[in-house]
Every structure is written in C-alpha cells, then in structure tokens.
C-alpha cells in the first residue's frame, strides 16, 4: 500500500507562501475570498505539500462536498490548524486531522461523545482523548463524503491503547445504508494530535 503522509510546520510569511505557489483561477479566487490570514496561510502550505508528494494545485480537484482529489486518481485528505499543515495521499481512501489541543474540546465533548463515554475517564487524559476521537471522527468524515453523519450518533470509536497509537472505528447510517469499519492511527506532537484513517479491506 503506498500512503504518504506530509507535514509542514508554517514558518513562512503569506508573501514567501504566495511567492512559492501557482494555483487554479478558481482556487486563486477561493484564496482571496478567504478573511484570515491564518486560513490563506495554511490553504497556501497545503500547495507546497502538493510539491512535496510531486504534484501542483493543478493537479488537484474538488467534489460537490468539498472532498479534494487528484488528477492522478490518487485519494487526498488535507488538513491544517494554526501553524501545522498536513496531507495525506493513497492509492485507498483515507482522511486525516490535525487539531491544536485545546480547553475547548471538553466544552464540546457532548456534541460528539457518543459510545465512547463507556471508556472515556474524566480523570485521566481526558483532553488529549477527546483529541483522538475527534481526529478520528473528523478523518472519518471526510473519508464517507456525507454531510448526513453524526459524529455522535453514526461513528463509533472503540477503545484505543496509546500503546499502538491506533485504534479502530465503526461507521454505521441506516439513512445512508453504510456499515463500515476503520482503522485509525494517531499521534501527538508540539501540542497537536494527528489522526488518519484507512478503510479496512
């Protein structure tokens, strides 16, 4: 199987980012809609990752959903928040997430803890758990390609060990007539929690 991940760490200026880039007319005009330069910085650290795996932002697609793709028929997730930017590219469907670890995911945790509660533990680790199963959820979500899921009510993540730093996942929407399982990977780094996920065969 050949996956590939690609990290970067956003260093650079807007200007140095913008510099180093050539994109499509219509992401060049999705990059100018955007307010944030946080945002424009890390949609511009994504292109040099494209360079990194041997591709440009012309090789790159979006669906109707907003699911990227490559020209190749590569499968592509991306990811990025604050100063981290990652991809991930496969000749399988995947996703992956990148998150800062932060207070407020305990405050969210309702909107989608779901099954996991049962081995959840407030007292321990909960933050960086929380981060995980996010990850996952959110990796997931862009594997499927359905605005329908629930994080909490359709996607369950079982048990992990920080051991294997992976874990397995259990996609199930009776409205859309998928069952599915998943394998995750995670790990942390600089704050961040990183987290693919591969379709099991």
Same mark, same amino acid.
């Given at each position: 199987?050949?996956?590939? %991940?690609?990290?970067?760490?956003?260093?650079?200026?807007?200007?140095?980012?913008?510099?180093?880039?050539? =994109?499509?007319?219509?992401?060049? /005009?999705?990059?100018? *809609?955007?307010?944030? $330069?946080?945002? !424009?910085?890390?949609?511009?650290?994504? !292109?040099?990752? =494209?360079?990194?795996?041997? +591709? @440009?932002? &012309?090789?790159?697609?979006?669906?109707?959903? *907003?699911?990227?793709?490559?020209?190749?028929?590569?499968?592509? #997730?991306? @990811?990025?928040? +604050?100063?981290?930017?990652?991809?991930?590219?496969?000749?399988?469907?995947?996703? %992956?997430?990148?998150?800062?670890? !932060?207070?407020?995911?305990?405050?969210?945790?309702?909107?989608?803890?779901? #099954?996991?509660? #049962?081995?959840?533990?407030? $007292?321990?680790? +909960?933050?960086?758990?929380?981060?995980?199963?996010?990850?996952?959820? $959110?990796?997931? +979500?862009?594997?499927?390609?359905?605005? #329908?899921?629930?994080?909490?009510?359709?996607?369950?993540? /079982?048990?992990?060990?920080?051991?294997?730093?992976? *874990?397995?996942?259990?996609?199930?929407?009776?409205?859309?007539? &998928?069952?599915?399982?998943?394998?995750?990977?995670?790990? @942390?780094? $600089?704050?961040?929690?990183?987290?693919?996920?591969?379709?099991?065969?």
């Amino acid at each position: 199987m050949d996956t590939q %991940i690609f990290i970067w760490k956003i260093l650079e200026s807007e200007a140095e980012l913008n510099a180093a880039v050539e =994109l499509q007319d219509k992401h060049l /005009h999705r990059l100018n *809609g955007m307010l944030s $330069e946080q945002h !424009r910085k890390g949609f511009l650290s994504v !292109r040099k990752l =494209l360079i990194e795996a041997g +591709y @440009t932002d &012309f090789d790159l697609n979006y669906d109707t959903n *907003g699911k990227p793709s490559l020209a190749d028929g590569k499968h592509i #997730s991306i @990811t990025h928040s +604050y100063d981290f930017s990652a991809i991930i590219v496969s000749s399988q469907n995947v996703g %992956i997430d990148l998150e800062k670890q !932060r207070e407020k995911i305990i405050k969210i945790a309702d909107k989608f803890i779901g #099954s996991e509660s #049962s081995f959840l533990n407030i $007292e321990r680790n +909960y933050k960086e758990d929380l981060s995980v199963i996010w990850g996952a959820k $959110e990796a997931l +979500y862009k594997m499927c390609n359905s605005r #329908s899921l629930s994080f909490k009510q359709d996607m369950h993540i /079982h048990d992990f060990t920080k051991n294997t730093n992976q *874990g397995t996942a259990l996609v199930n929407c009776k409205e859309l007539d &998928f069952d599915s399982r998943f394998t995750f990977h995670f790990e @942390t780094f $600089e704050n961040y929690t990183l987290v693919y996920a591969l379709e099991n065969e």
